[in-house]
């Protein structure tokens, strides 16, 4: 009997709809509303650089098994996913794909792409999820997707999304209140990785340290900028999680600005917990 109910087990397991997607937060958005209904894997665990993710043969592995795949698009996986795509030759990923920047409007879309301009997005500015009112239209689209990926259930993620969208919307009006009394702040980022973040909830981001997208800072670079974060009365250097320290810390120690660090993704935590911990670095 128990052997019986572990076969079983095993053929239902090994049927579930396995989404593969690039990213933690993609992985968090899609078990809000499919639950434990699919299986979802994530391919960047989210603690290093979106941009360039190590194509391990685990990836292929999974990007191989994978029924569905969910993508950032806007370009963020152009440095690592389409080799990973290829040496997978997985067709089923090609009937079941969804590229989520499709139903948002980028930001700081380049007037024209030059590589001198450095590795820039030349779709604009992809990392759209740390602004958390883009999440709604990212859960709708989700759950669109899913309903005709898996359409016996297709009710069941409808029902999710609804409630998801409820109690976003309280979500969102605290996280609004919280962050109105940031508004007006100066920054420097890193890269423009929170730039959709910060244009929300009126804080300034006056320089990026590295001087072009992709582009490492030299001693002179860094120098220039603790001019410009004194006269401007910057108040935080922002640096994603996987960003190299030295620079930044080099600034600190000449101006008052002080260094911070946000994540780079919901790795290992919710997308409420990653804009809540944004805030409250946002506060130190
Ligand atoms: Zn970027």
Redesign the pocket.
């Known amino acids: 009997m128990r052997i019986f109910f572990i076969v079983l087990l095993f053929i239902s397991s090994s049927f579930a709809t396995n989404v593969v997607v690039s990213y933690p937060y993609i992985k968090d958005l899609v078990e809000k509303i499919a639950k434990d209904k699919l299986e979802v894997t994530t391919l960047s665990d989210g603690r290093f650089d979106p941009?360039f993710v190590v194509a391990k043969p685990s990836l292929i592995l999974k990007v191989k098994r994978a029924d569905a795949l969910i993508i950032n698009g806007g370009q963020?996986e152009i440095g690592w996913l389409p080799a990973l795509i290829k040496r997978a030759s997985n067709r089923k990923i090609n009937e079941h794909f969804l590229e989520l920047s499709r139903v948002v409007k980028l930001s700081e879309k380049p007037v024209s792409v030059s590589r001198a301009d450095g590795d820039v997005?030349p779709d604009g500015n992809?990392?759209f999820i740390f602004d958390p009112h883009n999440v709604p239209a990212l859960a709708k689209t989700i759950t669109q997707f899913l309903a005709s990926l898996d359409e016996k259930n297709s009710q069941f993620y409808k029902n999710n999304l609804e409630q998801f969208l409820q109690e976003w919307k309280t979500f969102l009006n605290g996280y609004d209140h919280k962050m109105s009394k940031l508004k007006n702040l100066k920054v420097v980022q890193f890269?423009?990785?929170y730039s959709d973040y910060f244009r929300r909830y009126n804080i300034q981001t006056v320089a990026t340290i590295e001087p072009l997208?992709g582009v490492s800072p030299s001693a002179k670079d860094t120098f220039k900028l603790v001019k410009k974060v004194n006269s401007e009365k910057v108040k935080f250097i922002v640096l994603s999680s996987f960003n190299p320290k030295k620079s930044a810390l080099f600034i600190e120690s000449k101006t008052d600005a002080k260094v911070i660090t946000l994540p780079a993704d919901a790795y290992e935590m919710s997308l409420e917990q990653m804009y809540d911990r944004m805030l409250s670095e946002l506060n130190k």
Do not use: D, F, G, T
């Open positions: 941009h963020l997005h992809p990392h890269h423009k990785m997208p």
